[in-house]
């Protein structure tokens, strides 16, 4: 990344006003410099200091890395070493993240440090998510300057994104409880693996979050991804229960995750626990990282896990990663009358009336303000 960004306050002034309000700890002189700050949630054990965030629950000891790479100890103390320190920050269309049923055509300003408390073998990121923030080129920018920058660009919102926001939980934490008191949405794009304490103090900050579900099955989840699905089935539920806009992603990927019973498994699930009107995104796979032997995923197999989830009485599906398709469009669940038309990640066409569809009157989840 480039050099810091211009016009933002000292590092040494926005420490003093954090500690002021009551938002940081620093770390202790000599300690782990000024892009670390202590963790809210761990415990001494006997074997070394347990992390609370996700259900790796790691338990290091002073010399040791978390698996997601951003959590270290010291004086028996948990600290991060991703706070101010993105390797990445941009200005993307907010139906990029994917989110289309949440303030469409509006720009969100995106960061991401490095780490990541999953290791999927299919990951689109991989350079910076399988990495530390040690060893990233980085910016300096701290929470109140992220908001700054949000605002002064004129976005919206501000997208923990790209890499995984629960493995820089601290550093989303704090810009997203300034970001809410300046007016500013708050929106998680995640693998949703985290533990339910710190995810329901998260949750009270987020506006909207899009959700990657990475399939519909422990084995899998621990081969492909080195996680387990029932956290993630938690995290759904627990956001839809705080009233977090919600949309989920499932990339599908050839000979891992395009077992149409487990797809319509997933989606049953999907639709007996509440999530009829959620947005669902079949994501098209690129062979990366650890799997580039394998496929593109075949557009029929997309299309067939899209009919799937239309049938089971998912109503709003889409079709990620492939574009010029006509499942990248928004459709009214009733009169079947496309009212959002896309292109990429512009809206062509606008057919919504007062959160409605125009033509019959149905009203179309989402949040459109």
Not at 51 to 74: A, F, Y
Not at 124 to 147: D, G, R, Y
Request: glycine letters at 8%; charged letters at 20%.
């Amino acid at each position: 990344m480039g050099a810091m960004v211009a016009g933002l306050q000292s590092v040494e002034g926005l420490a003093k006003t954090l500690i002021n309000m009551g938002e940081t700890k620093m770390p202790p002189s000599g300690g782990l410099g000024k892009f670390s700050k202590e963790s809210l949630y761990f415990v001494v054990t006997p074997k070394g200091v347990k992390c609370q965030i996700c259900p790796n629950n790691c338990i290091l000891r002073e010399g040791m890395d978390s698996i997601c790479r951003t959590h270290v100890v010291k004086d028996e103390k948990l600290y991060t070493i991703a706070y101010g320190n993105p390797c990445s920050a941009n200005i993307d269309p907010i139906e990029k993240k994917p989110l289309f049923h949440y303030l469409p055509s509006s720009k969100s300003y995106s960061i991401a440090t490095a780490g990541c408390n999953l290791a999927c073998l299919n990951c689109q990121n991989w350079e910076i998510s399988q990495q530390s923030p040690k060893f990233t080129q980085n910016i300096e920018l701290f929470p109140a300057q992220v908001v700054d920058e949000a605002i002064n660009r004129g976005c919206r919102s501000i997208a923990y994104t790209y890499s995984e926001p629960i493995a820089f939980y601290e550093y989303t934490f704090d810009t997203a409880r300034l970001a809410r008191a300046r007016g500013i949405k708050n929106l998680l794009i995640s693998n949703g693996y985290i533990n339910e304490k710190p995810l329901r103090d998260l949750a009270k900050y987020i506006d909207a979050a899009n959700i990657n579900l990475k399939s519909f099955n422990e084995d899998i989840y621990a081969k492909l991804n080195g996680g387990s699905l029932q956290p993630i089935l938690n995290t759904l539920k627990i956001l839809k229960e705080q009233g977090v806009w919600l949309e989920i992603t499932n990339l599908i990927v050839p000979g891992w995750t395009d077992d149409m019973s487990m797809i319509k498994e997933m989606c049953d699930w999907l639709v007996k626990n509440g999530f009829a009107d959620t947005p669902l995104h079949f994501s098209r796979f690129f062979p990366l990282h650890k799997l580039t032997s394998l496929p593109y995923t075949p557009l029929l197999t997309l299309e067939r896990a899209h009919e799937i989830a239309l049938k089971v009485g998912i109503k709003y599906v889409y079709i990620g990663n492939v574009p010029g398709t006509l499942a990248e469009n928004t459709y009214c669940p009733k009169c079947k009358k496309m009212v959002l038309e896309r292109k990429g990640f512009t809206i062509l066409t606008n057919n919504l009336k007062n959160a409605t569809c125009k033509f019959c009157g149905t009203v179309i989840a989402g949040v459109w303000g």
